[in-house]
Each structure stands twice: as structure tokens, then as C-alpha cells.
């Protein structure tokens, strides 16, 4: 009994430690996060205070309505919006059909392509941003829409995703398909898809985080107003010798409420696609 009792007490003991630095693990990355949103509400006399100061003494709400003044983020938001759904669904579209191939498709070199194709993973972004904007100048797409989603069309990160959960789906199912009369693109569309709810939430989730978030390629294809998208809109607060930084967090706050709702109306299928991703090689 008296080692029943031990053993209990060093099991709450490693319980009580992983939770503790879970939580700690938490507050850290979540801190950032809440002092964005409470500078937000300062003004510059509280941002600049020392020592620093959590909450504001007065709250600025009009810190919002300057920050949409300051330029046109309606438009940047639609441009956002506009540009990061097209991707979200091109590369669902374009990575379960890639997926699927290289998960149940037999042709010859299937295998050695598919680590060629993984491999462009370990290529650095910076590599092919030159020669992909040389393509786009050839094409005359600079300064469009397209410059900004046909690059993100697809992905060897959405592929390798999607291939590890199909291969968990048992064949059985495809097979009783197929007798049924049902083509591969049926099977893929009636079949796969709709049990790939969790890899395809999970990998809409990454792609729109990514689109969204991007400010690299939009600033180097993209020179009218009209085409700039949220992340190109916030440096609008920031100039060489002094930066609104009331604004620019009100614009920060702003720009991440769409990754949070996409987040939070998909996390169920999120998790699920994660923790069942990779079950299978």
C-alpha cells in the first residue's frame, strides 16, 4: 500500500511539473500577443513610459478609426482576403490531386519523383525568388493578381501532407468503389476527400496563415496602391526616422483577427489532421 501511495504521489509530482511548464510555455507565447493588443489602446506618452506600463491610463478606441484613416485598409483587407482564399483553395485543389497520384497511383518512378518533389522543401525561399519574378516579368504579370497567386498554386508541403493521411485511408473502401463502376477521380471526390476533412482543414489553415501573412513577395510584385495587401499597408506607419507604433499595433491587431476566426472555426479538424498526419510513411 505504502508503494501504491509512492507511486501515486511521483505520478501527480511529473503530472503537476509537465502542466506548470505547459502553462508556463503559454503565458510566454501569448504575452507578445496581449501586449500588442493593449499598446494598441495607448497612446504615445503610455507606450513610451518607463518604467513600462501594462494598461493604458486612458483607453485610445480612436486609435482604430486613424489607423483606417492613415490609408486605404479596406481595400488592403479585400486584397488580403481576395488573394489568400484563391491560394487556400488552388492548393487544395491542385495538392490532394498531386497527393492522391503518389499515394495510390502506380506508374513508373512514382517513388523517386516524389523525393525529388519532396526535396524542393529543403530549397531555400530566397533561391527561387529571383527566377520566379524573372518568370512573372516574361509573363508581364508584375504589378497583378497573378504575380501574387499563381507562384502559391501549389505546394510540396500540402502534397506530403495530404499523401500521409491518404495512406492511412484503408484500400478496402477504393476497392468497393471500384466495383460499384465509380472512376479514380469519383473515388478522390466522394470518397477520399470527404475522410480527409482534418489533413484539408490543417493544410487551409497553413496556407491561408502563410498568404496572408506574406509581405516579402507582395512587396517585391506588387507597386500600385490599389494592389497592396494588409502586411504591405502597415508599414504605412513606419518612417525613417520615427514610427506610429499606436497605429501600427492598432493595424497588427487588425490584421491577425482573420487568422484567428479562420483558427478558431477550424481548430477541431486542425488537431486532428496533425496528430494523424504522419501515422503512416
Known amino acids: 500500500m505504502r508503494k501504491m501511495n509512492m507511486y501515486n504521489v511521483k505520478r501527480f509530482g511529473k503530472s503537476a511539473l509537465l502542466h506548470a511548464s505547459i502553462y508556463v510555455l503559454a503565458f510566454i507565447t501569448i504575452v507578445p500577443f496581449i501586449w500588442m493588443i493593449l499598446t494598441s489602446f495607448k497612446d504615445m506618452g503610455d507606450i513610451f513610459a518607463y518604467p513600462p506600463k501594462w494598461l493604458p491610463e486612458k483607453i485610445q478606441w480612436n486609435n482604430y478609426v486613424r489607423a483606417f484613416e492613415a490609408a486605404p485598409f479596406g481595400r488592403y483587407y479585400l486584397n488580403s482576403l481576395f488573394v489568400a482564399s484563391v491560394v487556400t483553395l488552388g492548393q487544395l485543389i491542385t495538392c490532394s490531386m498531386a497527393a492522391y497520384a503518389f499515394a495510390r497511383l502506380k506508374f513508373w518512378g512514382r517513388d523517386v519523383l516524389f523525393y525529388i518533389f519532396l526535396g524542393t522543401m529543403m530549397i531555400p525561399y530566397q533561391v527561387t525568388m529571383i527566377p520566379s519574378f524573372m518568370v512573372l516579368y516574361w509573363l508581364g504579370w508584375i504589378d497583378s493578381y497573378q504575380a501574387m497567386i499563381v507562384p502559391g498554386l501549389a505546394s510540396a508541403?500540402?502534397?506530403?501532407?495530404?499523401?500521409?493521411?491518404?495512406?492511412?485511408?484503408p484500400r478496402e473502401l477504393e476497392e468497393a468503389a471500384y466495383i460499384d463502376g465509380c472512376s479514380k477521380f469519383r473515388v478522390l471526390w466522394q470518397i477520399i476527400l470527404p475522410l480527409s476533412k482534418?489533413?484539408?482543414?490543417?493544410?487551409?489553415?497553413?496556407?491561408?496563415?502563410?498568404?496572408?501573412?506574406?509581405?516579402i513577395w507582395a512587396l517585391i510584385v506588387v507597386n500600385s496602391e490599389h494592389l497592396r495587401t494588409v502586411q504591405l499597408g502597415l508599414a504605412v506607419f513606419r518612417d525613417r526616422y520615427i514610427t506610429d507604433w499606436d497605429l501600427l499595433m492598432a493595424g497588427s491587431v487588425m490584421a491577425t483577427m482573420p487568422i484567428l476566426m479562420v483558427f478558431f472555426f477550424a481548430q477541431k479538424y486542425f488537431i486532428k489532421g496533425i496528430t494523424l498526419s504522419g501515422i503512416k510513411g
Open 198 to 215: 482534418p489533413a484539408l482543414a490543417t493544410l487551409a489553415i497553413f496556407t491561408f496563415m502563410g498568404t496572408f501573412n506574406d509581405f
Open 157 to 169: 508541403f500540402g502534397t506530403f501532407l495530404l499523401r500521409q493521411f491518404f495512406m492511412t485511408i
